[in-house]
Structure formats: structure tokens, C-alpha cells
Antibody, heavy 120, light 109 residues
Framework: EVQLVESGGGLVQPGGSLRLSCAAS????????MHWVRQATGKGLEWVSA???????YYPGSVKGRFTISRENAKNSLYLQMNSLRVGDTAVYYC??????????????WGRGTLVTVSS | QSALTQPPSVSGSPGQSVTISCTGT?????????VSWYQQTPGTAPKLMIYEVSNRPSGVPDRFSGSKSGNTASLTISGLQAEDEADYYCSLYTSSNVVFGGGTKLTVL
């Protein structure tokens, strides 16, 4: 079955760190750009990071310097290392796949998400 | 890059048509055809409904259609059904980032 499964969410204090994982199955993981997208409760979607098949990475200004995206193609896994966490980072974090191998400008496959809560 | 602008809410009766707009600028929506639309119901992950402005993935009903004019992309849902009640998000994928609209809540009356 083609799917993405996130894990690693939980409760962390402000200033703390957390590492999220996304396990992919049912497709050739190494051929797809992968992203993280988050959603605070009752709010809209916010793009968090991207890891291209060429090894290129991208971040919005809100997380740049604090979050690091990585992947292990041999393990069909995507990761998000989150440091210096803030209350405003509290959200459900989704792993998402782009729609075409080595390209695609949209997300055709999403995981169910993992909840990150930053609170003292 | 600023978020794309969507109306907070729209509504329609069963069988009617509704259109949700997604407004950007000449530098984003006006310059790229990489606009996609997602449907999200409470407690679930977003679902792709339209990609590259007007393309429908397999399995999405042809009641859903997309278009673009200038700096505004639009999602039209014709023949509204109760199951269409959800939040809808537009998205633009540029060469180095992705931006989403604020979302529109569709209520089927």
C-alpha cells in the first residue's frame, strides 16, 4: 500500500528539541521530492520544509536556522529535526509527497500527521 | 512570500455551484501555473483535488474544476453535494518554496 506514516510528535518545553520521522512505503521513495507541512489547531496549512531528490533543501523564514530536514533513502524515511522550539510551532505536522518522480508541483500523498505541542 | 488570499467562507445549497477564489500577485499566481487545491475535512489530512491550475487527479469527481485569470486562481464546485462540505486550500509551488492560502470553509446549506 502506498502510504506515509509520521511519528515522533509529543509534548516539549519551549526551547527544546524534537525529531519527527516519516516512513514511506509502496513507492520508490528516492525518486520523489518530500515535504513537511504543518497545521496549528483551527488554522490553515503552513509549508515547513522540502528535500529534493538532488539533495537540495528549502525552508520558509519562520523555521530557517531552527529546523533541519533530512532523508535516508535506504530506509525510505524522511526526518525533521526541530530545535529551539517555540509555542507557535505547536501543530500537527504532515509529511507529503510531490505528485511526480523528480518533479511535480503539488502534493498527491499525505500522511495522517503527528502532533507536536510546545508548552511549559 | 505572503500567503495567498482566500475568502474565509462560502456556502451553497445542494445542486448549486460555488466558486472559491485564490488571489496572489503577478509575481506568484500570475507567473506560475503550479496552483493546486486541497480538500480537508475535520481530523483528516488534506486531499488533492486540482493540480496545475485545472487538472483533476483520478478519482476526483468532474464536478470539481479549476481555472486561473491573471493573479487569481479559482476552484468551482458544481452540483454541490453534502459531502463537499469541507475546508479548501489553494497552494502555489514555486522553485524554492510553497505557499498556501488561508483556507475557505464551504458550508452546504
Amino acid at each position: 500500500e502506498v502510504q506515509l506514516v509520521e511519528s515522533g510528535g509529543g509534548l516539549v518545553q519551549p526551547g527544546g528539541s524534537l525529531r519527527l520521522s516519516c516512513a514511506a512505503s509502496g513507492f520508490t521513495f528516492s525518486s520523489y521530492d518530500m515535504h513537511w507541512v504543518r497545521q496549528a489547531t483551527g488554522k490553515g496549512l503552513e509549508w515547513v520544509s522540502a528535500f529534493g531528490t538532488a539533495g537540495d533543501t528549502y525552508y520558509p523564514g519562520s523555521v530557517k536556522g531552527r529546523f533541519t530536514i533530512s532523508r535516508e533513502n535506504a530506509k525510505n524515511s524522511l526526518y525533521l529535526q526541530m530545535n529551539s522550539l517555540r509555542v507557535g510551532d505547536t501543530a500537527v505536522y504532515y509529511c507529503a509527497r510531490v505528485g511526480l518522480p523528480h518533479g511535480g508541483w503539488y502534493f498527491d500523498l499525505w500522511g495522517r500527521g503527528t502532533l507536536v505541542t510546545v508548552s511549559s | 512570500q505572503s500567503a495567498l488570499t482566500q475568502p474565509p467562507s462560502v456556502s451553497g445549497s445542494p445542486g448549486q455551484s460555488v466558486t472559491i477564489s485564490c488571489t496572489g500577485t503577478s509575481s506568484d499566481v500570475g507567473s506560475y501555473n503550479r496552483v493546486s487545491w486541497y480538500q480537508q475535512t475535520p481530523g483528516t489530512a488534506p486531499k488533492l483535488m486540482i493540480y496545475e491550475v485545472s487538472n483533476r487527479p483520478s478519482g476526483v469527481p468532474d464536478r470539481f474544476s479549476g481555472s486561473k485569470s491573471g493573479n487569481t486562481a479559482s476552484l468551482t464546485i458544481s452540483g454541490l453535494q453534502a459531502e463537499d462540505e469541507a475546508d479548501y486550500y489553494c497552494s502555489l509551488y514555486t522553485s524554492s518554496n510553497v505557499v498556501f492560502g488561508g483556507g475557505t470553509k464551504l458550508t452546504v446549506l
